[in-house]
């Protein structure tokens, strides 16, 4: 019995994989100056940070439920035994949510929703487990699982404004964040954004991001992927660095954030996302 997979337009996953496995990625819903677009489908990561740079407003919002339902009924009719759908952390957006009252409508027998307890490719790591169980006949949805219990995220940001704005983390520390000019570091703490640290210059943070993913990585094999918005030659030197320090990596994936993520990190983001063991 044929399981399909599907996540969020935030998984990030390396181009062309979700077209290769059949992996159905529903977008979530921007807004710029109350315009509506469709995350990564006509709204990328050119047009998000030509849009904060002209200080336009953006917002960002869930898929709907509706919009759940048709893909999970299309896939079902389409032949699909299963769904384990593995969306961002319950905690960052309402997709989750909005991906369980889809399964209760559609066939909640048959679809499972995966909260990954993260975003980008902490959830793109998830997806990827996901998909690799489901081609080898095993339990997708526990991969899913397993695979998100281990991933860990850091980041650092030019900013925390644009956190605080989005309600993503608390005005307090946007407060203290901001107050001596620093460089915040962050990470994903069961689901939520978490200040970890603070640096006084993004070489610095650049440096505590390697130190803290190879901390994460300990021993043996590890899946590595590198974010960035409107930062490519710091994402280049941070995958290097990456892959000078951390022997055991799979291969460093680089790919700049759309709108979802970019939109509450601001230009200049820089994260790194690990999985210890990597994608079984």
């Not at 979700?18 to 995350?39: C, Q």
């Not at 050119?46 to 999970?72: C, D, F, I, K, W």
């Not at 644009?162 to 901001?178: D, E, F, M, Q």
């Amino acid at each position: 019995m044929s399981t399909t997979i599907v996540t969020d337009s935030t998984a990030y996953l390396p181009e062309g994989f979700a077209e290769r496995h059949g992996i159905r990625v529903v977008p979530l819903h921007v807004a710029v100056d109350g315009r509506g677009r469709l995350d990564v489908v006509d709204f990328g990561p050119a047009e998000l940070a030509a849009a904060l740079g002209e200080h336009r407003r953006v917002t960002t919002s869930r898929p709907t439920p509706g919009e759940l339902a048709e893909v999970y009924r299309s896939a079902l009719d389409e032949g699909a035994g299963s769904i384990v759908s593995v969306h961002l952390s319950r905690e960052l957006s309402g997709t989750w949510e909005a991906a369980r009252l889809a399964a209760e409508e559609v066939d909640p027998t048959r679809i499972r929703v995966v909260d990954s307890r993260a975003t980008g490719m902490g959830l793109g790591f998830a997806v990827l487990a996901a998909c690799a169980a489901a081609e080898d006949g095993a339990d997708a949805e526990r991969a899913a699982a397993d695979a998100a219990a281990r991933v860990k995220m850091f980041f650092c940001v030019e900013t925390l404004d644009h956190l605080r704005r989005g309600g993503r983390i608390s005005p307090t520390a946007a407060l203290l964040g901001t107050a001596l000019a620093v460089k915040p570091l962050l990470h994903v703490d069961d689901g939520r954004i978490v200040p970890l640290e603070k640096v006084r210059t993004m070489g610095r943070a650049i440096g505590r991001l390697v130190d803290l993913a190879a901390t994460a990585a300990g021993p043996g094999r590890v899946g590595l992927a590198v974010h960035h918005l409107a930062a490519p030659q710091r994402a280049a030197e941070l995958a290097t660095l990456l892959d000078e320090r951390v022997p055991g990596s799979t291969g460093c994936l680089i790919s700049e954030v759309g709108a979802v993520i970019g939109a509450h990190t601001g230009p200049g983001v820089l994260g790194v996302v690990v999985l210890p063991g990597g994608v079984s």
